[in-house]
Antibody, heavy 124, light 107 residues
Framework: QITLKESGPTLVKPTQTLTLTCTFS??????????VGWIRQPPGKALEWLALVYWDDDKRYSPSLKSRLTITKDTSKNQVVLTMTKMDPVDTATYYC????????????????WGQGTLVTVSS | DIQLTQSPSFLSASVGDRVTITCRAS??????LAWFQQKPGKAPKLLIYAASTLQSGVPSRFSGSGSGTEFTLTISSLQPEDFATYYC?????????FGGGTKVEIK
């Protein structure tokens, strides 16, 4: 059974750096085809994809946030870490991590398992 | 970036109604489209992937269709537990993008 859980601060001050950890179980990030992504959702607004890391350490970022984001994986700890620099009140959101499934037979890709999300508020 | 436009953004319907939500992509995405259901305070739940494949455990009243730039999510007979917000997502190319959402409320 695949599970993911986000952890990190609930409140950060403007200009600070946010560090969020996604701890997962039920799969390995060293397995070919596996990847984990981060998605956020400001209160009352739509979902926004942020970043993704592949089993081979390839990484993808949202172009609009690329300069502020870093995604890393620790395969031995079953964790993925997202850092976001220069936090601003507009970054207030619920942050989710999710498992991206890749079907080698059909080529289908989709986010099938999500963490419960963690609300991060940016305020002085 | 590929923009996804969902319509309508808000929908009022009754239990038993047939509901259709549209997602239009700004450029072709083949069938790399997923649909999610989200209830307040909860993480999104995958309903459909590859435009028309029902995720395991999802009721058969949900169906998806389309390819290229136009896609639809249909709920054949709306149930009380289906009142939620629905999002489409394209996975054809980076950056991955979501539609703006469709909120389905009780009439």
């Amino acid at each position: 059974q695949i599970t993911l859980k986000e952890s990190g601060p609930t409140l950060v001050k403007p200009t600070q750096t946010l560090t969020l950890t996604c701890t997962f179980s039920g799969f390995s990030l060293s397995t070919s085809g596996v990847s984990v992504g981060w998605i956020r959702q400001p209160p009352g607004k739509a979902l926004e994809w942020l970043a993704l890391v592949y089993w081979d350490d390839d990484k993808r970022y949202s172009p609009s946030l690329k300069s502020r984001l870093t995604i890393t994986k620790d395969t031995s700890k079953n964790q993925v870490v997202l850092t976001m620099t220069k936090m601003d009140p507009v970054d207030t959101a619920t942050y989710y991590c999710a498992h991206r499934h890749y079907d080698i037979l059909t080529g289908s890709v989709y986010f099938d398992y999500w963490g419960q999300g963690t609300l991060v508020t940016v305020s002085s | 970036d590929i923009q996804l436009t969902q319509s309508p953004s808000f929908l009022s319907a009754s239990v038993g109604d047939r509901v259709t939500i549209t997602c239009r992509a700004s450029q072709g995405i083949s069938s790399y489209l997923a649909w999610f259901q989200q209830k307040p305070g909860k993480a999104p739940k995958l309903l459909i992937y590859a435009a028309s494949t029902l995720q395991s455990g999802v009721p058969s009243r949900f169906s998806g269709s389309g390819s290229g730039t136009e896609f639809t999510l249909t709920i054949s007979s709306l149930q009380p537990e289906d009142f939620a917000t629905y999002y489409c997502q394209q996975l054809n190319s980076y950056p991955l993008t979501f539609g703006g959402g469709t909120k389905v409320e009780i009439k």
